[in-house]
């Protein structure tokens, strides 16, 4: 286990993808508050990050939303603005970062993102092809997702018991999907055959045995999916 870095006052953290992507990620976010809690931890990410976490300060502190910039932050029918994202990248400079980490991916385009918030420290993972961060940890394909960013984060010392991804459901949350699933107090399983990566995609035929076989147990079962995943649905 490395050491922790004394008088750190802001890490910036990465992650500007899918809700799948982000609960991978939430162990290594939890090692990074218990082991420094007297830092602000400022999450790099999407719009819908920012509406998800700013009641949730136990994950993160603040987000802020990354322009649409390729290989970072991928939107279907939005193309990246250079003047947005450099103003953004010179804000973010204002910032002051004692650490920026990329949990983002293989870093051939997040490394060098990374690298221009204008942090004291970087680090994250790098592919062959990737830009060297200040410390860098190789990536591996296939690795437990997990255990991959832990591996990143422990780097500068920081560590955690709690290596199972979880979230604190709010009553707001219970009320909110009563809207969906109604006040019917009969359990419910939701499945979601989605993956951005079409390699990750489990046969749909498995996932309907599955849910035939749930709802033969007496469960409800939601299927879940974007617009562009309704063929799957």
Do not use: C
């Not at 809700?19 to 400022?42: C, H, M, R």
């Amino acid at each position: 286990m490395a050491a922790i870095i004394p008088n750190v006052k802001k890490i910036a953290i990465l992650r500007a993808n899918a809700l799948g992507d982000f609960i991978y990620v939430l162990p290594a976010l939890k090692a990074l508050k218990e082991t420094y809690p007297k830092a602000q931890l400022i999450y790099l990410g999407k719009p819908w990050h920012k509406a998800f976490l700013e009641k949730r300060p136990e994950i993160v502190d603040r987000v802020i939303v990354v322009p649409v910039s390729q290989g970072v932050r991928e939107e279907t029918g939005e193309k990246e603005d250079y003047g947005e994202l450099k103003n953004f990248l010179k804000e973010m400079k204002k910032e002051q970062f004692d650490i920026a980490i990329q949990l983002h991916g293989g870093g051939k385009y997040s490394n060098p993102f990374t690298a221009n918030l204008g942090a004291k420290l970087t680090l994250g993972l790098a592919t062959p092809d990737a830009l060297a961060l200040d410390i860098s940890v190789p990536y591996i394909y296939y690795q437990h997702e997990v255990l991959r960013y832990l591996e990143v984060v422990s780097l500068i010392g920081a560590k955690t018991n709690a290596i199972t991804p979880q979230i604190k459901v709010s009553p707001e949350d219970i009320l909110e999907a009563r809207k969906v699933v109604g006040s019917n107090s009969k359990p419910y399983i939701v499945l979601h055959p989605g993956a951005t990566d079409r390699r990750r995609r489990w046969d749909t035929g498995k996932f309907a045995a599955v849910g035939n076989l749930l709802s033969k147990a007496h469960y409800r079962v939601f299927i879940t999916g974007t617009h562009e995943e309704s063929e799957l649905v």
